[in-house]
């Protein structure tokens, strides 16, 4: 393998986990606080479990893309791959920095539905990619669950949400 083709892949794999580093990074202030103050539905981890969790779904996601990556995936699977990592980046934006958490909500089930897209047409191209986002696809439907619960159970306090009602 060549050297652009081992930081191509280096590249591929990273960019998810740096990415999701720098958007905890942006957020977390008001997350560790948030996930203190608000009720919580059924369920819920604790807050520890955040930050060892999300690395581990980065870095599958960067790993599953490098290997879709290198066998020619086509633009509309390369695509949704970036579609969901967009949304999966917003989302902590929406929900934590800037408390639009209704908006946030329904982004999570968009999330999550891009989620699966990307899991399906990972698959179609490389088994082995597919099935390392399906922990994504879990954890995914769990978040789009917490996420409904906190606003069921926070939406009528005033610092759980900002100008979203």
Same mark, same amino acid.
């Given at each position: 393998?060549?050297?652009?083709?081992?930081?191509?892949?280096?590249?591929?794999?990273?960019?998810?986990?740096?990415?999701?580093?720098?958007?905890?990074?942006?957020? /977390?202030?008001?997350?560790?606080?948030?996930?203190?103050?608000?009720?919580?539905?059924?369920? /819920?981890?604790?807050?520890?479990?955040?930050?060892? +969790?999300?690395?581990?779904?980065?870095?599958?996601?960067?790993?599953?893309?490098?290997?879709? /990556?290198?066998?020619?995936?086509?633009?509309?699977?390369?695509?949704?791959?970036?579609?969901?990592?967009?949304?999966?980046?917003?989302?902590?934006?929406?929900?934590?920095?800037?408390?639009?958490?209704?908006?946030?909500?329904?982004?999570?089930?968009?999330?999550?539905?891009?989620?699966?897209?990307?899991? +399906?047409?990972?698959?179609?191209?490389?088994?082995?990619?597919?099935?390392?986002?399906?922990?994504?696809?879990?954890?995914?439907?769990?978040? /789009?669950?917490?996420?409904?619960?906190?606003?069921?159970?926070?939406?009528?306090?005033?610092?759980?949400?900002?100008?979203?009602?």
């Amino acid at each position: 393998m060549r050297l652009t083709g081992i930081v191509k892949q280096v590249f591929e794999v990273g960019f998810p986990f740096v990415g999701g580093n720098l958007i905890g990074k942006y957020t /977390s202030k008001n997350a560790r606080q948030d996930y203190k103050r608000n009720k919580k539905p059924p369920f /819920s981890p604790p807050g520890y479990i955040f930050p060892i +969790v999300w690395p581990l779904l980065y870095l599958s996601m960067g790993i599953a893309y490098s290997l879709v /990556s290198n066998n020619n995936a086509n633009k509309s699977t390369k695509g949704i791959y970036s579609l969901q990592l967009g949304l999966n980046y917003l989302w902590s934006i929406l929900y934590f920095k800037y408390k639009l958490r209704g908006t946030a909500l329904i982004e999570s089930f968009a999330l999550f539905s891009a989620v699966i897209i990307t899991t +399906v047409k990972f698959y179609q191209v490389n088994k082995t990619a597919g099935l390392l986002l399906v922990p994504y696809v879990a954890w995914c439907a769990f978040a /789009s669950y917490l996420t409904t619960g906190n606003w069921v159970l926070n939406k009528d306090n005033p610092e759980y949400i900002a100008n979203d009602k």
